[in-house]
């Protein structure tokens, strides 16, 4: 009786590796996806692609007067 529930144990070892390799490439493939998104995003709020805005400094009283 217990080399038939070493054969079991060994068959569903054997059926839960394939799940387990998938979760876990996924689960990588999903990081390096948000990873990306999250260089787009900040290429979005960046600056380089805004237009420059001439401000003009406010004219402040000279110590002198």
């Known amino acids: 009786m217990k080399t038939h529930s070493k054969q079991w144990t060994g068959v569903w070892v054997g059926l839960g590796t394939a799940p387990l390799l998938l979760g876990i490439l996924g689960a990588k493939a999903i990081a390096t996806a948000l990873q990306e998104l999250g260089t787009a995003s900040e ?19 000279s110590a002198d007067s």
């Open 43 to 61: 290429e979005i709020f960046r600056g380089d692609r805004l237009p420059i805005l001439k401000i003009t400094p406010p004219d402040f009283p």
